[in-house]
């Protein structure tokens, strides 16, 4: 399957080394270069690519909003994002806004061009070192949802952790500033919520369940 690519970097010894290099292969063509969003976008109706290559920092508009565009006004268009940010709030806001892949720009030049043949496919991916990110995000989403399926709330969950720590009644109240009948009152809650019948089995049901 050939790959017409077009090249969004704002370094343009940076595009024009990738597009030397991914001259050398039969499959892809790289159709045309630009340093910012704007002149992207005009592009993608210009010369319809099938893959753009997107950094994240451009002038005028960001990668991100290019992707959230080109998702909206040429869907065809499939995104790489390819940068040095590893920041995992741009990896999910490229995944979010449309991107089927975010490289990191230390990735072999071998590795590059499969992902433009495996994204022209339709394939998602993912740099090997950035996979740590998305299964952090994923607990996280995993365990807000436990947790407010449960009914237990944040200040609950705190008690629930500060109980796994071994405090007392008295050592929580001191903590969050409670009565120690205020305390003993929030447990017995908690308890009726994770249906168990003392503050030792709700500790237990809160690990089971993933929510401490």
């Known amino acids: 399957m050939h790959s017409r690519v077009f090249i969004v970097d704002d370094h343009a010894i940076f595009r024009r080394g990738l597009r030397s290099l991914l001259a050398e292969e039969p499959d892809i063509d790289v159709i045309g270069e630009s340093a910012n969003g704007v002149d992207a976008l005009a592009a993608a109706g210009r010369l319809d690519p099938d893959v753009m290559i997107l950094d994240i920092r451009l002038g005028g508009l960001d990668g991100i909003q290019v992707a959230r565009q080109l998702q909206l006004r040429h869907p065809s268009v499939r995104v790489i994002v390819l940068t040095t940010y590893e920041d995992s709030q741009y990896l999910l806001s490229a995944f979010q806004s449309g991107a089927y892949a975010y490289l990191l720009k230390n990735t072999s030049y071998d590795t590059l061009a499969n992902a433009i043949r495996a994204v022209r496919r339709g394939q998602r991916l993912l740099a090997p070192e950035l996979v740590h990110h998305m299964l952090e995000e994923y607990r996280q989403l995993a365990q807000q949802r436990l947790r407010h399926e449960s009914g237990v709330s944040d200040q609950e969950l705190e008690v629930l952790r500060l109980l796994a720590e ?41 690990v089971r369940r993933g929510l401490i």
Not at 171 to 190: G, N
Not at 192 to 199: I, P, Q, S, V
Request: hydrophobic share 45%; charged share 30%; proline share 0%.
């Open 166 to 206: 071994g405090a007392s009644s008295r050592e929580i109240a001191d903590r969050l500033f409670w009565s120690e009948i205020t305390v003993k009152r929030k447990i017995q809650d908690i308890a009726d919520k994770l249906n168990a019948g003392n503050r030792v089995q709700a500790v237990a049901e809160a």
